[in-house]
């Protein structure tokens, strides 16, 4: 007997009929002698749905009350599965996250799990109830409602397999595992059988929105194994099969594992640039161009000084598309302190990377990325690199282009 969570997204729980799939397949693993929690997300489209409601009203929202409109849509999933259950003959029951313990802090909108306190679940799991928890959202001290951020479920799932200690967590989604690229934009991205616990973490936070980027962060903290596999097979399919199904993250680069120098393609399309033109360079420029954007709680991604010239240089940095606004006020707010003469922006470009732990022991991989964009004709704007990844900025036009093309030459089809 192993304790296992599942996790299922929005399209998996996208309608009744698909719900009360999620309850045969989740009965068919607890026939199987298993104690089983399910994680699911809200019906597809229904975060969409409710945080425009919100904006029809207060726009921007107050992340406060944006949340508890936000979490309504997990409150109806849980207590839906949780009927579809009981429907075909199973012990079930469904909780909101504050319900069992799920605290948080309180930065609404995006916050993070703190702690959560197993007891009433051990105790559900004991008398042979499947258990069912709201995913995206816990409580903070103050008992406030607060979420995790788009995607979020998936991190709720990974947490909650950590505090129970679970033998594994399954990510049930539309796609059968993690691709070496999103198999919308590269119709012959291939299916990896496995990927390094580090890969995914890159491949998440530059973009592949498979998995929530703190998901795959609790997944390397705690050793939670994790699998992503699909929720549309038939939900009764052999069990030992569905079990090895999918894409299982590693956290050892044993020998057995595909030994590709690149393992995949991430893109984040929504990016935005601004330079700072004109500053004087002088000790804390980068201070205080990006000092007043971090206390706009923006998040700086790439950056780029510039060599001076008269003293004077230029400042360039990345932002996510929707602070772009926010951030050039920021700026502007600050003019005569940072001293610059103007500010360009460019809020249509995109952000390719590619991914690979091979990466360390091979050179080369830069030079046959800018060849690739080159021959594209595709001019690379910024550019940024750690131990396992490549990043540039394009015009956000070539995104598509680019991310084909950079399959094709790394081969990523083949096995
Ligand atoms: P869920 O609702 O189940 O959480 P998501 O839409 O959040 O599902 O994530 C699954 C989607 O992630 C897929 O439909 C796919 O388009 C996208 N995706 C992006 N990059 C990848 C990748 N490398 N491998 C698989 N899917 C990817
Ligand atoms: N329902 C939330 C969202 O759409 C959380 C999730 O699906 O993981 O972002
Ligand atoms: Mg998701």
Known sequence: MALIVHKYGGTSMGSTDRIKNVARRVAKWHDAGHQIVVVPSAMSGETNRLIALAKEVQNPPDPRELDMIAATGEQVSVALLSMALQAIGKAAVSYAGWQVGIRTDSAFTK???????????????????????????????????????????????????????????????????????????????RRLKNITFEEMLEMASLGSKVLQTRSVEFAGNYRVPTRVLSSLTDPLMDLAEEASSGTLISFEEDTDMEQAVISGIAFNRDEAKITVMGVPDRPGVAYHILGPVADANIE????????????????????????????????????????????????????????????????????????????????????????????????????????????????????
């Open 111 to 189: 916050a993070r799990i703190q702690s959560i306190d197993d007891k009433r679940v051990r105790n559900d799991l004991e008398q042979n109830r499947i258990v069912i928890i709201t995913g995206f959202q816990g409580v903070d001290d103050d008992n406030n409602i607060a979420t995790l951020g788009r995607g979020g479920s998936d991190t709720s799932a990974v947490a909650i397999a950590a505090a129970l200690k679970a033998d594994e967590c399954l990510i049930y989604t539309d796609v059968d595992g993690v691709y070496t690229t999103d198999p919308r934009v590269v119709s012959d991205a």
């Open 300 to 415: 700086v991604d790439m950056i780029i000084q510039n060599q001076s010239v008269d003293g004077k240089t230029d400042f360039t940095f990345t932002v996510s598309r929707n602070d772009y606004n926010r951030a050039l006020e920021a700026l502007n707010a600050q003019q005569a302190q940072i001293g610059f003469s103007s500010l360009v922006g460019d809020a249509k470009v995109s952000k390719i990377s590619v991914v690979g732990v091979g990466m360390r022991s091979h050179v080369g991989v830069a030079s046959q990325m800018f060849r690739t964009l080159a021959e594209e004709s595709i001019n690379i704007m910024m550019i940024s690199t750690s131990e396992i990844k490549i990043s540039v900025l394009i015009d956000e036009k070539y995104m598509e282009l680019a991310v084909r093309a950079l399959h094709k030459v790394f081969e990523l089809e083949k096995e």
